[in-house]
């Protein structure tokens, strides 16, 4: 697990678990309305603190535990997942149709991790980077304006706190750029690891094994089975490429079949590549996970021995799922046997395609009008050049 060799920063591990306990004490802050947003795979392994079996420790026991702590909205991270793919494949087909003004590869930039790799050992890079934000900050820029918008609240009114699979995203929340829903504010406040959300529950005393299922509260808590794979290793460029095909033809792909070339989970290959040829286009793909082969990955394309059209990065071994916020288990790596549940939410989910998320079309009906469009550029992406390594706080 990548706690013990990510060089990163993703491992800076400050504890906000009184903190939280303490906003959620509703006599303490009467007035602010407390939203959580769940990462898709912390539901892959917050049973495994309970000693439960992820049968019974399904992302809508998650989601009753959670309203149990006390937050007024329960939210899924899998909504601004399928926002993200809005954004970002319509951008990878934006550069992809515009070749020459753009320097190749296309990079994801959802892992911070990852980010800070680039920008401290590449920093020449930096512009190949997808400026889509990621899916927690798109989530905290969404809540903190067509959100709070819906229920009349002021942004500084709520409180918004993600749990995520990762250290590092408490340290993405910091980066002034990007926060932008309201000048002074934070889109997203605090950022628990899986591991603290679980420490929550148990200094809150919830009765973890009589809980019923829940669903997750609208409307933002709704995601696709493209939204929940971005926790695996190449899940978030399958999520992508299902989409750009709908685009490019008019059709959904197989969600099963037409792009599991890019699941990484278990290649014994430094990255993972696949070519597809949609509508006579030809996009060369390739999926990387741990630093170690994403720097192989680098200089290979530094050295002209490969050439990909867009590339998914994430810092830790197996991706998400295998995260530095996860629970840990001595000497053992559960990555693999968390994305077979990944893949599994994927396979059962009855929407398959981050285009087909209703919840996203009537925010961009509402609210966006587009991707790509004016208030999509003001919220949902950044500019990577905008802040310097090193960058702490
Ligand atoms: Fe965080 Fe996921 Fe990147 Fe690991 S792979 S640093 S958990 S975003």
């Known amino acids: 697990q990548c706690i013990t060799h990510c060089p990163t920063n993703a491992l800076h591990s400050r504890d906000d678990v009184m903190e939280i306990a303490n906003l959620l004490d509703k006599e303490k802050n009467p007035d602010k309305v407390i939203v959580v947003q769940t990462a898709p795979s912390p539901?892959?392994?917050?049973?495994?603190?309970?000693?439960?079996?992820?049968?019974?420790?399904?992302?809508?026991?998650?989601a009753a535990a959670l309203r149990r702590a006390g937050f007024d909205y329960v939210f899924d991270t899998n909504f601004s997942a399928d926002l993200t793919i809005m954004e970002e494949g319509n951008e990878f087909l934006h550069r992809?149709?515009?070749k020459e003004d753009y320097a190749w590869p296309m990079f994801t930039s959802c892992c911070p991790g990852w980010v800070r790799f680039l920008k401290s050992q590449y920093p020449e890079m930096t512009?190949?980077?997808?400026?889509?934000?990621?899916?927690q900050g798109m989530?905290?820029?969404?809540?903190?304006?067509?959100?709070?918008?819906?229920?009349?609240?002021?942004?500084?009114?709520i409180i918004c706190i993600s749990?995520?699979?990762?250290?590092?995203?408490?340290?993405e929340l910091e980066i002034p750029n990007l926060n932008d829903a309201k000048e002074g504010i934070k889109d997203v406040d605090y950022s628990l690891t899986t591991r603290e959300m679980n420490r929550l529950f148990k200094y809150l005393n919830i009765d973890i094994e009589n809980l019923p299922e829940e669903g997750f509260d609208s409307p933002l808590g709704s995601g696709t089975g493209a939204a929940v794979i971005f926790g695996a290793t190449g899940g978030v460029m399958e999520a992508a490429l299902?989409?750009?095909?709908?685009?490019?033809?008019?059709?959904?792909?197989?969600a099963d079949e037409t792009f599991k070339a890019v699941r990484a989970t278990g290649s014994d290959k430094p990255w993972v590549?696949?070519?597809?040829?949609?509508?006579?286009?030809?996009?060369?793909?390739?999926?990387?996970?741990?630093?170690?082969?994403?720097?192989?990955?680098?200089?290979?394309?530094?050295?002209?021995?490969?050439?990909?059209?867009?590339?998914e990065v994430m810092a830790c071994p197996g991706g998400c799922v295998g995260g530095g916020g996860q629970p840990i288990h001595f000497n053992e790596e559960r990555a693999t046997d968390r994305a077979k549940v990944i893949y599994n939410y994927d396979s059962n989910n009855k929407m398959r395609f981050s285009?087909?998320?209703?919840?996203?079309?009537?925010?961009?009906?509402?609210?966006?009008k587009e991707p790509l469009g004016e208030k999509s550029h003001h919220l949902l992406h950044t500019d990577h050049q905008g802040w310097q390594m090193p960058f702490f706080k």
């Open 163 to 171: 749990v995520m699979p990762c250290s590092a995203k408490k340290e």
């Open 273 to 311: 590549e696949a070519e597809y040829n949609v509508n006579g286009a030809i996009v060369r793909a390739a999926v990387v996970n741990s630093l170690g082969n994403t720097r192989k990955l680098l200089e290979a394309l530094k050295a002209g021995e490969v050439e990909y059209d867009f590339v």
């Open 355 to 368: 285009h087909e998320n209703p919840d996203v079309q009537t925010l961009y009906d509402e609210f966006l």
């Open 139 to 157: 989530f905290g820029a969404i809540t903190k304006s067509y959100f709070a918008e819906k229920i009349g609240k002021a942004p500084e009114d």
């Open 242 to 254: 299902r989409t750009c095909y709908f685009v490019l033809t008019g059709d959904n792909p197989d």
């Open 43 to 62: 539901r892959t392994a917050w049973g495994e603190d309970f000693g439960l079996d992820p049968e019974f420790a399904t992302e809508r026991r998650m």
């Open 127 to 135: 512009d190949q980077l997808s400026t889509a934000k990621s899916p």
């Open 96 to 98: 992809f149709t515009h």
